[in-house]
């Protein structure tokens, strides 16, 4: 009996996999087919076709990354793991997400005053905060403010992402990070946040959410601070008072 437990639990980790993956590639692939759509057209410039074809790249090289992800889905502990700069993987991320803050009138506010290294997997930490930062842009159809923040200490960096969207109420909050737990029907999968708590688990990190109906959410990440960058960082400090 307990083998057999065990072993539908396995096939439900495959299933909620699966989705997942159909999940988080099926925007990238998008992309790629309206890219090749405009290359077949014969008469644009040498210039738009090399640039297409380098965006082109860049989203199937997303979603292969994607796929790469999910095959250590099973093993969610971190591997791969080197120092990421906060402020340089934020900021790489909102430019990817500038085109759905666009559609949705969102302005995105960033504040990187206080900002350091963490330890982790850029393309897993890419795609926790790109999932965040999704829900956050979709939940303001009519516009508003999404607002990422950085403060360290030298133990703790924290990361605030802030909407002005529509606000869980308190059941909805506890139904967090369950899987296929969506409000957003054919348009959602409920497997973003799910996601982010493995995510962010692996590397050693806390979540504080708060949220409150029509007003906003706002999700607080703390993950312990790269002793190597931080000295690093000392270093370069120490340098330019000698400078
Ligand atoms: P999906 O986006 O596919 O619905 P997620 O796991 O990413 O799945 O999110 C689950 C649900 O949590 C969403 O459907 C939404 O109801 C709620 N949610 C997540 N982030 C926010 C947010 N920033 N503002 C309001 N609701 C949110
Ligand atoms: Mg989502």
């Avoid at 738009?48 to 990354?65: C, D, F, T």
């Avoid at 159809?141 to 923040?149: A, F, H, K, Y």
């Avoid at 708590?197 to 999700?219: K, P, Q």
Wanted: glycine fraction near 6%; proline fraction near 3%; charged fraction near 20%.
């Amino acid at each position: 009996l307990r083998l057999h437990v065990v072993k539908l639990k396995r096939l439900e980790t495959v299933e909620q996999m699966g989705a997942a993956i159909c999940h988080e590639i099926r925007n990238p692939l998008t992309a790629a087919i309206g890219f090749v759509q405009l290359l077949q057209d014969e008469s644009i410039s040498r210039e738009s076709r090399v640039q297409y074809i380098s965006i082109l790249r860049n989203e199937l090289k997303s979603a292969e990354q994607v796929i790469q992800n999910y095959l250590t889905f099973s093993k969610p502990e971190i591997e791969l793991v080197e120092p990421l700069i906060v402020h340089e993987e934020l900021q790489q991320i909102i430019q990817s997400l500038q085109v759905l803050a666009n559609r949705n009138s969102v302005h995105i506010i960033t504040n990187y005053s206080y900002t350091g290294a963490i330890e982790g997997d850029s393309q897993k930490f890419h795609q926790c905060f790109v999932n965040i930062m999704k829900n956050a842009i979709e939940a303001m159809p009519n516009g508003g403010v999404l607002t990422v923040e950085t403060m360290s200490t030298s133990s703790n960096m924290t990361i605030l992402v802030q909407d002005t969207g529509a606000g869980m109420t308190a059941e909805q909050l506890n139904r967090l990070g369950e899987p296929y737990y969506s409000t957003k029907g054919e348009k959602g999968t409920g497997l973003g946040i799910m996601v982010v708590y493995s995510i962010v688990h692996a590397m050693n990190g806390r979540i504080h959410v708060e949220s409150e109906l029509g007003v906003g959410t706002r999700f607080e990440f703390t993950f312990p601070s790269s002793p190597t960058l931080f000295e690093q960082n000392e270093i370069h400090k120490n340098m330019s008072v000698l400078v």
